[in-house]
């Protein structure tokens, strides 16, 4: 019984897939009367199975929804997307019952009434008055005789109401129930097996075939396939990796020899050896239309459940890949299509007003490419709106202003992967909780594959994901480090890069960290030998070092290693558990000379490679305040930054925090527009405002401009030239006559006007409201604590400060604030940042908070007036205290 | 009622004679070519390639918080292959010893002063003529990482 049950459990729930896939065409076609034939046998043998196994609940559900398709398929009643919905809704209860069937053995009790009167009233409805007793739900085991072969003779048909004697089953058939006789004849209407067995589990197996016709593989496969373990062909691939191990060995002995009899025997064995692999490899392949079956049902529910007019083409159905990777990759699919769903087809009236016919297309598509196979999930839909996803961004503090405006529209586009990010406007039953694409993202990775994407606003988005065709056997590149050998999988590898003191490429040293001059960019460098923990000697800088260029997601960086041997394909074999928790290794394999070497995973190296970076930024934090500290307690107030140079009306150079630059431009000054807020230029989309730092602004020829953003505001300094960029520490030495100067520093031993950007800024844009006033030089230094956690305040509030004769102290959140407080370090005036926590009472020093908005009552962040005025209020407030 | 009796293959590690059920043991090998796992714990000694299989020899010495072998002996280990989990071990040992047959009821309780680790993974101990035999509980020697792990599932 135990195994017709799960027999039975396997069979059904193929058939189900198909019904689903089967229905969504039927509604969108109601007249094909093969699709319906084919629903009707499904849901005919599942109803016989049923009986026959001794389960009355789905038996009864299944008679219901028999019923209400008889009279779609007689004509009797017309096919309604309602009457559709219904019938999934019984497959789906159909599923659900089946589920705890597979995990208790027995149904769960309870009855379907309220599903079964449904099914009945609608069957019910269109029929002339013919108000025939329902039939009973209770269970009715059928231990009737099972189907006969032959059942040639064409049936009448079924007889409406009740009554009709059923020679074959011996009993009366139900209120629409169909005679054998007559779905014989359903069957021979329909393409399909010609020989139905006389037992009831071949009869379930009727559902194999058509789920093979749905793959356009007519007829014949029935008998041509069989039903194996995946037990079986997991240990079959076992086995032949050993195999071609023993192979690869011989041929090594072979090799060594020069005149063996042995040759030719071998040469035979290893042709057969790599068909034989070959051909095991291939029974784990599937489908991926396997995978999208229960597709067409998500897009019709959503569809209905969102009001949109959505058609899902596939195409690529029979492109084959790894039945492991096709389980995985099953979720993130099924989300693609939802979100698209969701996110990208808009609705009816809003496709028409954007001049797009009424039903969206969702295309999913699959195709081999280069030993990966590559899926893409594309929809006409609205496509990507690039600045609501970089205001979100901002909003959700993945991003700052800065970045948002220093990075292109497909960058920005790539947020959507971020952990956390969900632009719907509101969160639907079907996607829009923030916990979506990042998962996707994750998922793919996990696999060994990666996900781009394509947007056109206004013209739909394509999600493209890549994926190897097997986990089984990868390409991978063996590096070494000392004795020991690893394997790297060759799709995260992008060069290989020779680096040595007389060759091209040099490594160089950033503090600690290791860089690689890679054509136009910086690569960070890791050594495997760190990242594993080996014990190295210290070996001599001149000694030419291999480089494997690495590409992790967003992440690219080098991987240091001795000697980079060769590429081979390995047969991936699982870790021991108590190793597979160590995220540096994904696994292990065997090479050809019989060794077992570990394969690195990429995803696990580089989260060491931003550990590193992390720890490297951690480190030169921590040197900059200790040197800022130091130099406040020698009252000296300077700090080491780094400072723009450039020149701009004059001949000597003016600089201004490198921090605060967003990006250096070199714009065409001919496209420079004159409008009533002055000269503006079109930047990424938008209108940049722009002002000049000192000199004129060029009306031809290439305008070298330094580019300030913040949010979503974005200004332009016109300079004469873009000198140097030095690390110094900021002495202000005078405080500025001119506004827009804080005051004049020694760079470089030249002296150099510090400008104040806020002003030129304000210049520009008016909203950026930093007024300029001019700075008293206070003879005694008060000490001024600046918490501030948002560096582009910071940047722009601890030069003001300074400026203004103060002595700043900068902590970049309340809990360093309250570590220097509580270390004993004295202020006589704290400036806090009350957007967010608000800071407690310090004792001794007065408490200004400051806020980003101009609508609280704290002072205004972006008015150095209001600032400054309000520091000198807190200490004379401090000395009358 | 016949008294049972159980088989027990013995091996020496460092200076300890050591028993095992014949029934757990798969096979005994020589650990050749194995291969060092960077990161991983100390009483991994490595992986190897055992007849196509992939083995994790853990040494038995470090499990059991003994000193490493002398470096020249290394050639002279040996391994005993077990299966734990679904997956292929190798406890390699100093030196395989012959096989004894036990009665059951001889086996006595683990002394209340074994040191943690240890009668974790002992299930008792037989006295021998000439010298103690600890049988050697061997999932508990290879599913705790630590000897507080085996401890704690007891």
Known sequence: ?881 | MTATTREYVTFRISDQLFGLSVIEIHDVFRPTRMTPVPLSGLEIAGVLNLRGRIVTAIDARSRLGLPPRVKDKQDQMLAIGVEYGGESFGLVVDEIGEVVRLEEADMEQNPVNLDATWSSVSRGVYRLDDRLLVIMDIDRMLAGASGADAAAAA
Request: with cysteine.
């Open chain 1, 1 to 881: 019984m135990d195994d017709l049950l799960s027999e039975f459990l396997t069979e059904t729930a193929e058939a189900l897939d198909v019904v689903d896939v089967e229905l969504v065409r039927f509604e969108s076609n109601p007249s094909d009367k093969a699709t319906l034939n084919n629903i009707f046998r499904l849901v005919h043998t599942i109803k016989g199975t049923c009986g026959f196994i001794g389960l009355p609940r789905l038996e009864s559900i299944a008679h219901a929804g028999e019923t209400l398709l008889g009279k779609f398929r007689d004509g009797a009643l017309p096919v309604t997307p309602a009457a559709v919905t219904l019938v999934l809704a019984s497959i789906d209860r159909i599923k659900s019952l089946l589920a705890h069937l597979a995990a208790e053995q027995v149904e769960p009790v309870g009855d379907d009434r309220d599903l079964i009167a449904q099914l009945e009233r609608a069957s019910e409805g269109k029929l002339d008055g013919a108000a025939a007793p329902a039939p009973a739900p209770a269970p009715v085991v059928v231990a009737a005789p099972p189907p006969p072969v032959v059942a040639a003779e064409p049936a009448p048909e079924p007889a409406e109401g009740q009554g009709a004697w059923d020679a074959d089953q011996g009993r009366f058939l139900r209120l629409g129930e169909v005679s054998l006789a007559d779905l014989e004849a359903a069957f021979r209407d329909a393409e399909g097996p010609e020989v139905v067995e006389n037992k009831p589990a071949a009869v379930a197996a009727i559902a194999a075939p058509v789920a093979d016709h749905d793959d356009e593989k007519k007829g014949t496969i029935g008998g041509n396939s069989i039903r194996v373990n995946v037990d079986v062909l997991e240990s079959l691939m076992t086995m032949v990796s050993e195999l071609v191990l023993t192979r690869n060995q011989l041929m090594q002995i072979l090799r060594n020899s020069t005149d063996s009899e042995f040759k030719a025997p071998l040469q035979r064995l290893s042709g057969v050896t790599a068909e034989l692999q070959e051909a095991v490899m291939k029974t784990r392949m599937q489908p991926i239309g396997s995978a999208w079956k229960k597709l067409p049902r998500i897009v019709r529910d959503a569809s209905q459940d969102l009001h949109k007019k959505i058609e899902l083409v596939m195409e690529g159905e029979a492109t084959e890949l790894d039945r492991q990777v096709l389980e995985l990759i099953k979720d993130p699919l099924t989300h693609m299509i939802r979100n698209s769903c969701d996110h990208g087809v808009e609705t009816p009236e809003v496709r028409l007003a954007a001049g797009k016919s009424e039903h969206g297309t969702i295309k999913l598509k699959a195709y081999h490419e280069g030993g990966h196979i590559i899926i893409e999930v594309g929809d006409d839909g609205a496509g990507l709106n690039t600045e609501r996803i970089r205001q979100k961004a901002i909003e959700k503090g993945v991003i700052d202003g800065m970045e948002a405006m220093a990075m292109t529209d497909s960058q920005i586009h790539r947020l959507i992967f971020a952990p956390g990010f969900s632009t719907a406007a509101k969160v639907t039953n079907i996607s829009g909780r923030g916990v979506g694409m990042d998962v996707v993202k994750t998922n793919v990775e996990l696999i060994g594959g990666t996900i781009d994407l394509r947007s056109r606003f206004g013209h739909g988005s394509t999600l493209i994901i890549k994926i190897p065709l097997t986990l089984a056997i990868i390409s991978a590149l063996i590096v070494g480090v000392e004795e020991h050998r690893f394997a790297l999988p060759q799709l995260s590898v992008v060069e290989l890069v020779r680096a040595g003191k007389r060759l091209e490429h040099r490594i160089e040293m950033i503090n600690t960290t290791r860089v690689l001059r890679l054509r136009d960019r910086l690569l960070p460098l890791v050594a495997l030998s760190d990242v594993l923990g080996l014990m190295v000697d210290d070996r001599p800088d001149d000694r030419s070092a291999c480089i494997v260029v690495m590409q992790v997601g967003e992440t690219r960086f080098g991987l240091i290693v001795d000697e980079v041997f060769d590429t081979e394909e390995i047969v991936v074999k699982p870790l021991a558990k108590r190793l597979g928790t160590m995220g540096e290794y994904s696994g292990a394999t065997i090479l050809g000379d019989g060794a077992v070497i570990m394969i690195l995973d990429p995803n696990g190296i580089s989260r060491t490679v931003a550990n590193v970076e992390r720890s490297v930024n951690r480190l030169l934090d921590e040197q900059t305040r200790a040197a800022a500290a130091a130099a406040a307690s020698a009252q000296q107030g300077d700090t080491r930054m780094s400072l723009l140079l450039f020149s701009a009306g004059g001949a000597e150079p003016r600089a201004c925090p490198l921090s605060l630059v967003t990006r250096l431009e070199e714009i065409d000054a001919s496209t420079f527009e004159m409008t009533s807020r002055g000269l503006v230029v079109q930047y990424r989309g938008r209108l940049m405002p722009l002002a000049a730092a000192g000199g004129d602004i060029r009306r031809e020829g290439r305008q070298p401009m330094l580019v300030f953003s913040q949010g979503t505001a974005v200004v332009g300094l016109a300079v004469d030239a873009i000198l140097d960029i030095v690390e110094d520490a900021l002495d202000i030495q005078l405080s500025g006559e001119n506004p827009g100067v804080l005051g004049t520093a020694v760079l470089k031993g030249k002296s150099t006007e510090i400008i104040d950007v806020g002003h030129y800024l304000s210049q520009a844009d008016p909203t950026w409201a930093v007024a300029a006033t001019r700075v008293d030089v206070k003879s005694d230094r008060k000490r001024i604590l600046l918490v501030e956690s948002h560096p582009f305040f910071r940047n722009l509030l601890a030069p003001i400060v300074t400026a203004a004769g103060y002595d700043v102290t900068v902590a970049s959140s309340l809990e360093e604030a309250r570590a220097r407080l509580a270390a004993g370090a004295m202020f006589d005036v704290v400036l806090a940042d009350a957007d967010g926590a608000e800071m407690d009472e310090v004792p001794g020093a007065q408490v200004i908070p400051m806020s980003s908005r101009r609508d609280t009552a704290a002072v205004p962040k972006s008015d150095r007036h209001a600032l400054l005025d309000a520091i000198q209020r807190a200490l004379h407030r401090g000395e009358a205290a």
